[in-house]
C-alpha cells in the first residue's frame, strides 16, 4: 500500500512559480513509478510528467515541456513538480499517482494510487 500526501498548491500569476510536493509513504516507494496529473472541472484528467523509478527518465506532456520539471528523491520518499512560467491554463487541481511498474504510464487509468489533489490557480 502506498498514500499519497501532495501540497504547495495555491494562487500565483501568470508568469509566475509553484512547486508542488508529494510525499508517500511506503517501503518500496523507490520502486513506483511517480506522475502528476491534472483535473479541471468537467474534463479527464489529464498526465503532466512521470518519472520512471527504474532509470530515473522523464515524460512531459507537450503543453507543459520546457516550463515544468519533475524530480524524486527516493531516500526522502517524495516526487516534486517545479512549475515556471504559468498560464492561466495551468489552472487545475494536481495529483500525484503511483504505480507498481518500472515505465511511465500516461493513462490515469493505469495508476494504483492517488494523493487527495491540491489547487493551483493562475490568475491573468
Known amino acids: 500500500q502506498v498514500q499519497l500526501r501532495e501540497s504547495g498548491g495555491g494562487l500565483v500569476q501568470a508568469g509566475g512559480s509553484v512547486r508542488l510536493s508529494c510525499l508517500a509513504s511506503?517501503?518500496?516507494?523507490?520502486?513506483?513509478?511517480m506522475s502528476w496529473f491534472r483535473q479541471i472541472p468537467g474534463k479527464e484528467r489529464e498526465f503532466v510528467a512521470g518519472?520512471?523509478?527504474?532509470?530515473?527518465?522523464?515524460v512531459y506532456a507537450d503543453s507543459v515541456k520546457g516550463r515544468f520539471t519533475i524530480s524524486r528523491d527516493n531516500a526522502e520518499n517524495t516526487v516534486s513538480l517545479q512549475m515556471n512560467s504559468l498560464k492561466p491554463e495551468d489552472t487545475a487541481v494536481y495529483y500525484c499517482?503511483?504505480?507498481?511498474?518500472?515505465?511511465?504510464?500516461?493513462?490515469?487509468?493505469?495508476?494504483?494510487?492517488w494523493g487527495q489533489g491540491t489547487q493551483v490557480t493562475v490568475s491573468s
Open positions: 499517482a503511483a504505480k507498481f511498474t518500472s515505465g511511465v504510464m500516461l493513462n490515469a487509468d493505469r495508476y494504483d494510487y
Open positions: 511506503g517501503r518500496t516507494f523507490s520502486r513506483y513509478t
Open positions: 518519472v520512471a523509478w527504474s532509470t530515473g527518465s522523464t
